[in-house]
């Protein structure tokens, strides 16, 4: 009788083992996930941010361009014909000269705004692009990861 208690005080013993080992792979498990869950909160709240500079600049850009086409455009008839009769008004060569330095300036400052919206759209749609596959990336790996809720049930 005394080896079947010795036997039973070992199985006990074992069994402790075994669940203290179990908790402890369970604790390390959750903390792990805690980690994680961090790591991706900090990269989701960096997108959102980037999301949010990238929404503010079109907003910007939007701008520029709904004041851009509000400027007369020289491709329209009636545009063309008021600038012509503005010209035939300048009596004098200098004035007409200071006028198409103005004009120079603006279609040259037109050009840069176009370029910028052009570069800036480019870098958007990258960006854009680069944060929809970071996200694919990371949904796919959550998925295939197995839930932290069945971690040490495995023991039991």
Known sequence: ??????????????????????????DAAYKSAANWRQLYETEASQRRSTVEQIQEN???????LTRIKQQPA?????????LEQSI?????????RQQL??????????????????????????SLTLAL????????????APPASTIGKDGG
């Open 1 to 26: 009788m005394t080896g079947d208690v010795t036997q039973w005080l070992a199985e006990i013993r074992n069994l402790q083992r075994q669940l203290a080992d179990t908790l402890k792979e369970r």
């Open 133 to 144: 596959g970071d996200a694919i990336d990371t949904l796919s790996k959550a998925s295939a």
């Open 88 to 96: 035939r008004q300048i009596e004098d060569p200098e004035d007409l």
């Open 101 to 126: 330095i103005a004009a120079l300036a603006q279609c040259d400052r037109l050009r840069q705004a176009l370029e910028t919206e052009q570069n800036e759209h480019t870098q958007t749609r990258q």
């Open 58 to 64: 079109n907003r910007a850009l939007q701008q520029e």
């Open 74 to 82: 020289l491709s329209h008839p009636q545009n063309a014909a008021n």
